[in-house]
């Protein structure tokens, strides 16, 4: 069985409608190719989907959204930055994961020099997603930092 939208079809909606609609196609897509979505239950997991990330030369933010069973229901890169810096913002953040219905998400970006030890400023904006995420009620569940060395999980160190 095969889904056919004409770019035609999503000419007439807004962009966020277009976004939805998107989105509601992938989920079908995977629904009708019989594809479990992932479930990360520890943080190798999101280090294995996130493999991606470690050849860039930019940081990277990503988002993982999962469902209440920490299924991953959409990925989303919120930030492309420069050599060894990204900027993200909660309201990104959480604009997103509100728009893909998500129970928790977990975050992750890549460090282009090969080290994937934390910055200050990596546990800074982690603090303020986790803050965020408690006030609006969508718990950030890790931030995962991956590079070619390996990856550091800021909940496995204590950090979230």
Not at 64 to 79: A, C, E
Not at 135 to 159: C, F, P, Q, W
Request: aromatic share 4%; net charge negative; glycine share 4%.
């Amino acid at each position: 069985m095969e889904l056919v939208i004409r770019e035609a079809d999503l000419a007439d909606l807004t962009e966020q409608n277009r976004e939805q609609a998107e989105q509601l196609m992938k989920m079908l897509k995977r629904v009708m190719q019989n594809e479990t979505p992932h479930r990360i239950t520890r943080p190798l997991d999101v280090y294995r989907l996130s493999l991606d990330l470690v050849s860039v030369y930019q940081e990277h933010f990503v988002v993982y959204f999962l469902n209440t069973k920490n299924r991953v229901i959409g990925r989303q890169t919120l930030s492309i930055g420069s050599l060894n810096a990204s900027v993200v913002h909660p309201r990104e953040v959480f604009r997103a994961a509100i728009q893909q219905c998500s129970a928790s998400i977990i975050c992750v970006h890549n460090h282009p020099s090969g080290d994937p030890t934390p910055s200050p400023q990596d546990i800074e904006v982690t603090h303020k997603l986790v803050e965020a995420g408690r006030i609006i009620g969508i718990d950030v569940l890790d931030h995962v930092i991956v590079a070619r060395d390996g990856y550091v999980s800021l909940k496995e160190r204590g950090l979230i």
